[in-house]
Every structure is written in C-alpha cells, then in structure tokens.
C-alpha cells in the first residue's frame, strides 16, 4: 500500500536559518505529492505541489521537488521567519480508478524563535 | 468566498451520547473526506464521499457514520460506539485529481 515517512519532530531554528524536511514515499504507479501547513487552531493549508517526477513545487519560499529515483519529496526554505513556525505534512495521492485519497506522513513541528 | 465552514470549532461529548459535526463546502466539489488528527500520529481517514448519496469507509470508521443528502453537506456522527471521541476532526474536499481543500477543524472532548 501506500505511505509518507516524513522526519520526526519538532524541529527548532533560529530565525533566517535554512530548513530542510525530509519526505520519503512508498507507492505504486505516479502518484501526486503535496506539502501542507497547519497553523495552529487551524485545518490544514496546501503549500505546495508537484504532479510528475523531477517537478519543482514552490510558494511563499518553500521548495519541494519530486525525486522518483530516491522517492523523496524533501521540503526546504533558504530562510525561515517566525511566522512560518506550524506543523507541516507531505502526503501522496495515488488515484486508484476516480479513487483520489490522500495518505499523509505524521507531520512535522518546526518553531522558528526570532 | 468559496471555502469550507465546519461547526461548532469545540463540542463536549457526554458519556453515552452521539454527536454530529457539521461540514459545508460551497466549492461545488463532488468529494468530500472526514479525517480524525491525533498528536503525533497525523491524520486518518475516517469516510469519504465521491458523490451524493454514496460514502466509503476509511481506515478508522468503526464508531463512526455519515451520510451525503446534498452535495455541499457531509456531516459526521460520533457514535456512542467510538470508545476513544477525544480528537481534532477535519473535513475537506476536492474536485477530480485537485489538491483537497480543508475546514478549520471541530475539537471534540469528552465531559
């Protein structure tokens, strides 16, 4: 079956610091990939995407891109602010017939201090 | 705005007793998903719904029903049966192969 193995949390850094969240996948055929952020008190908003292998997902300074050779979709930003301190998920969705669930990793806790 | 509203934001649930949380998309998405968070396990997919009048049950429906009377409505029952309520419920959406779009999230505690 499918599954998301992101790394464990929580993650601190210094504001300006250069962030990386690991994101590895097991799946059959050409899954989709995504990267959500979750504030806190809140649901979950997507951050990224990438649809085809090698794609390069990108918003508000955040990269991620869809290695199919390493099954990885690593999440990285050059300089993290304190606002950016929330819970983020990688999950895959592989369409199974018009099936299009998501299967999401365990989430990640970055804090950003200034 | 189009979006999705899940209410109430906090529900106490008493011993023996079923509650409904509610969900609303005026997105005109045919799916529609249930999710259950827990700290440190992510989420899980309780039920979901590609269309109106027919749902399918996730990894973790025992304790739980739905039903899809309209297309803008999803609304998730937390039956009596669910022995372990405490959790962050979130309901989304989505059209095709589209990313899902998500509510705020109803936090439901036991009294």
């Known amino acids: 079956g499918n599954s998301v193995t992101q790394m464990e949390g929580p993650v601190t850094l210094s504001e300006e610091a250069f962030l990386t969240i690991n994101c590895t996948y097991t799946?059959?055929?050409?899954?989709?990939l995504f990267w959500y952020v979750q504030y806190p008190g809140e649901g979950l908003q997507l951050l990224l995407k990438a649809t085809k292998a090698d794609d390069k997902g990108s918003n508000k300074g955040f990269e991620a891109t869809y290695r199919k050779e390493t099954t990885s979709f690593h999440l990285e930003k050059g300089s993290v602010q304190v606002s950016d301190s929330a819970v983020y998920f990688c999950a895959l969705m592989n369409s199974g017939g018009s099936n299009y669930k998501l299967t999401f990793g365990k989430g990640t806790l970055l804090t950003v201090n200034p | 705005d189009g979006g999705i509203t899940q209410s109430p934001k906090y529900l106490f649930r008493k011993e023996g007793q079923n509650v409904t949380l509610s969900c609303e998309q005026n997105?005109?998405?045919?799916?529609m998903y249930w999710y259950r968070q827990d700290p440190g396990q992510g989420l899980r997919l309780i039920y979901y719904s590609q269309i109106v009048n027919d749902f399918q049950k996730g990894d973790i429906a025992e304790g739980y029903s739905v039903s899809r009377e309209k297309k803008e409505s999803f609304p998730l029952t937390v039956t009596s049966a669910q022995k372990n309520p405490t959790a962050f419920y979130l309901c989304?959406?989505?059209?095709?192969?589209?990313?899902?779009?998500f509510g705020d999230g109803t936090r439901l505690s036991i009294l």
């Open positions: 997105l005109n998405h045919d799916a």
């Open positions: 799946a059959t055929g050409y899954p989709s």
């Open positions: 989304a959406s989505s059209r095709g192969d589209q990313p899902q779009h």
